[in-house]
């Protein structure tokens, strides 16, 4: 009974997505208060519909309910209770389900947020900002009824009456707590993504395309980009830890299709800057976020649509079509609105000097537009050369290493020098007084590090000595800020400097939130170019007592041991792991064997990680044959990934940073 | 002065993008691998002796072959559609997870023709997540062996 009660929910948010469209519309077309006013009620039913569903789709894999497809496709009564409910989004139908419910959540905020709003002043901006959210809305719902071809509704039954006794269960390798909260997370980010665009959309309807939308949907965005920061580190993680092959990050299509929104919403948060502080680039940010949002789409149209193979299987599921017509009418939408405004969207300045903060901030944002482009061109390369010369070709992930190490080289200079650089143009002051020291030392650390990498064996690493300069410089400059700031708070309220700092930040959490990011972009970098430039690979067919070396590591395999848990039986070996000839340590890489695995699942690897420090020791182990105590060769591959660490330390602190940054409440223009 | 400096901006741009189409250009010409079908590749042997290529296929049934001892892992990629296989083989890295007769793999390496041989660096399987289309929801037969 729940799933029809589920169903009906479904059916009927299509109608209350066009009712809060038409009602919308109508209302803000003959400003009538009440329409407006049913057209939000009817986002917030649609909200309330869309809960009534899910909640009916999450009872149906707690009661273990096996006459639902959708619930015999993903869970199995054996699954654990936390792992039936993430099963909700474990394959297609239910995680449109899923991404349609968060952005009602997303609508109800918005229709909340504006009702707080309007106790004070009366303001359409968000009235005009919800139809572009319903849209959406209706968009996804539409998906998700069953009435189209490709996707069924999560809730149907089998259509023959049958109820099976057990369900297939979910893949194994996503049941881990990481996997879990992965993909929600890179949900949430991306469609919290909508309502920025929403609210750009809104402002070209309502034509007041002043910096108040801006102001409007700020803290959406950051929102948004904290969210997607941590969403795509987990899948990195995920994927380090549990797939065995020592690597976090492999350019790979549906990586790249998580990336580039990202890239496109760090460019966002800098453009708007220049909007708010120089009244210039109106134009250029919606067309950002309509980007922005557009490749949360066309991140999924590129996965589920199965024009490119990618390692996550997805298949031609036929709804890529859905998608691809879907971004061209949304866009073909933001265009006419942008062609009907195009008086107002003029700059009120110009752009004055080539060494400018202005020019900082756009060449910023040139180069990540310019690298998402670029990782689109080769995540679509596949399709590209077959248009070009009928052939399909593809790209490595070497392709992507390589090219983004030049824009992506000016990007970090530029975290250090945008921030110090002046306004309009820059003067032999501001150069003498802000990049002089920064310069200098940051010459100094990569003169150090070239010296270092000499001394073990690298000769001409340029890249990493440039990356050094920069990063040094990156940290001096920042630094700096922070210290003259500090100081000069303190002076002014006669208090300490500790406390100026904290004054500095508490005023402007905004500005110094976004240094604490760039202070993050650094780690990060370092911690790249470590892990991707430097690390080392062994691989040794062995048996009991024999040992490996990498590099100065050396793993000898002591023992072998098999342990039974609730539902896989765990085996493994275990290293001894010595150092210039002292132990450090044990290392126990293991397999998996699911008790009730599929047969198309193979036991999993759990490789072993030895922290040293910020550098890890990775063992991993193809198979553990049963003779191993009689002389049986085990398969083992060992990494060191040097400075791999630094590399989640660097996002610990952007979303540190973000999260200083978000704090900053009012709607008042500020900021670096 | 102002129009010195626009004409100075519009120059930057230039070279900037100019530099980074270049850079996209260069480095698709001397990273990019064709790609094939086993039955394809088998096809264009010739054309593709002695090239870096990607394999997109399934796994042979029977066709795998894990040497343990000298850490070698060789098979056969067979084509989804017409019986055409090429062989792989794949030295000194770990059989990847999800490797399975029948499954969906593939393969990069560089192509031997006279021995329809494909020397792999990378091998790819597919990942967990499983967003199929909606026939493949419909469990049917697959199913059977949990319910009894």
Not at chain 1, 435 to 457: D, Q
Not at chain 2, 6 to 15: D, F, G, M, P, Y
Request: aromatic letters at 12%; hydrophobic letters at 50%; a positive charge.
């Amino acid at each position: 009974m729940t799933a029809e009660i589920g169903q009906a929910a479904i059916y009927l948010s299509v109608l209350s997505c066009l009712w809060a469209i038409g009602l919308l519309s109508f209302g803000l077309w003959i400003r009538n208060a009440r329409a407006i006013q049913s057209g939000r009620n009817a986002v917030i039913a649609t909200f309330i519909l869309i809960s009534i569903a899910t909640g009916a789709l999450i009872y149906g894999f707690v009661t273990d309910d096996f006459s639902m497809k959708y619930v015999v496709e993903v869970s199995s009564a054996a699954q654990p209770l936390l792992y039936k409910i993430t099963a909700l989004w474990g394959a297609m139908s239910g995680s449109l389900l899923f991404w349609l419910w968060l952005l009602t959540v997303g609508g109800a905020i918005v229709v909340w947020q504006n009702y707080q709003r309007n106790k004070q002043t009366q303001d359409t901006l968000a009235d005009y900002s919800l139809i572009p959210i319903a849209i959406v809305q209706l968009f996804f719902t539409i998906l998700v009824t069953g009435l189209i071809d490709g996707i069924y509704n999560p809730l149907a039954r089998f259509t023959d009456g049958s109820v099976f006794a057990d369900g297939q269960g979910m893949n194994t390798l996503l049941q881990t707590p990481l996997m879990a909260i992965h993909p929600p997370t890179l949900y949430i980010g991306w469609i919290s993504l909508t309502i920025p665009f929403a609210f750009a959309v809104g402002a070209l309807a309502s034509g007041r395309i002043g910096s108040g939308w801006i102001l409007r949907s700020r803290r959406w965005m950051l929102f948004s980009w904290i969210i997607l920061t941590i969403g795509i580190t987990l899948g990195g993680n995920w994927a380090y830890q549990e797939l065995g092959w020592g690597g976090y990050w492999a350019w790979d299509p549906v990586e790249n299709a998580s990336f580039m929104p990202w890239l496109l919403g760090t460019a966002y948060l800098h453009s708007v800057m220049i909007q708010e502080k120089r009244n210039m680039l109106k134009l250029w940010n919606i067309l950002l976020i309509t980007l922005a949002f557009q490749f949360t789409l066309l991140g999924t149209f590129i996965t589920r649509s199965g024009i490119i193979t990618s390692v996550h299987a997805f298949g031609g599921s036929g709804i890529g079509g859905y998608f691809l017509s879907f971004i061209f009418a949304s866009t073909a939408g933001v265009i006419g609105l942008i062609v009907y405004r195009w008086n107002r969207l003029k700059s009120a300045n110009r752009l004055e000097s080539l060494l400018s903060r202005e020019s900082a901030f756009l060449l910023n944002n040139w180069l990540l537009v310019g690298l998402t482009l670029i990782i689109l061109w080769g995540t679509l390369w596949p399709i590209i050369s077959e248009a070009i010369n009928g052939e399909k070709s593809t790209v490595p992930e070497a392709f992507f290493n390589k090219v983004v190490i030049i824009p992506g080289l000016l990007l970090l200079f530029l975290t250090g020098a945008g921030p110090i650089i002046s306004w309009k143009k820059i003067t032999a002051n501001n150069f003498r007084r802000m990049f002089l020291l920064p310069l200098v030392i940051g010459l100094i650390g990569g003169a150090l590090t070239w010296g270092f990498l000499a001394l073990i064996g690298y000769t001409f690493p340029l890249y990493s000595v440039l990356c050094s300069f920069a990063a040094v410089f990156v940290v001096a400059a920042i630094f700096a800020e922070f210290y003259r700031g500090a100081k000069l708070r303190a002076k002014r309220q006669e208090t300490s400097f500790v406390n100026g700092l904290n004054l500095l930040i508490q005023r402007n959490k905004r500005r110094y939130g976004g240094y604490i990011i760039h202070i993050g972009i650094v780690i990060l970098y370092i911690g790249i170019m470590g892990s991707k430039g430097y690390f080392l690979l062994e691989a040794k067919s062995m048996t009991l007592g024999e040992s490996m070396e990498v590099g100065k590591y050396k793993l000898t395999m002591i023992d072998a041991f098999e342990k039974e848990y609730a539902n896989y039986l765990r085996s493994g070996v275990i290293f001894d792991v010595a150092k210039s000839g002292k132990k450090i340590g044990t290392m126990e890489p293991a397999i998996h064997n699911y008790y009730r695995a599929k047969p198309d699942e193979e036991p999993t690897k759990e490789s072993a990680i030895h922290h040293v420090g910020m550098n890890d020791l990775y063992v991993a182990l193809a198979n553990v044959p049963r003779d191993i105590k009689t002389g049986g060769v085990v398969n083992v591959q060992a990494y060191y990934n040097p400075l791999i660490g630094i590399v989640w330390i660097g996002v610990a602190v952007m979303v540190l940073g973000g999260i200083v940054a978000i704090a900053e409440k009012s709607e008042r223009s500020g900021g670096a | 002065m102002k129009k010195r400096s626009r004409l100075k901006i519009v120059a930057a741009s230039t070279i900037l993008l100019g530099g980074m189409a270049f850079l996209v250009v260069a480095m698709t010409r001397s990273t990019s691998m064709r790609y094939f079908t086993p039955a394809a590749l088998v096809a264009a042997a010739g054309s593709a002796d002695d090239q870096r290529v990607q394999v997109d296929g399934l796994i042979a049934e029977g066709s795998t072959k894990w040497d343990a001892a000298n850490f070698k892992l060789t098979f056969a990629v067979r084509d989804r559609e017409t019986e055409a296989t090429v062989n792989v083989i794949y030295e000194d890295r770990l059989k990847p997870d999800n490797f399975k007769d029948g499954g969906s793999v593939f393969v990069e390496g560089r192509y031997d023709a006279t021995q329809n041989l494909v020397v792999a660096t990378k091998l790819m399987t597919k990942c967990a997540s499983k967003y199929e289309g909606a026939e493949s929801a419909a469990p049917t037969d697959e199913i059977s062996y949990t319910s009894e």
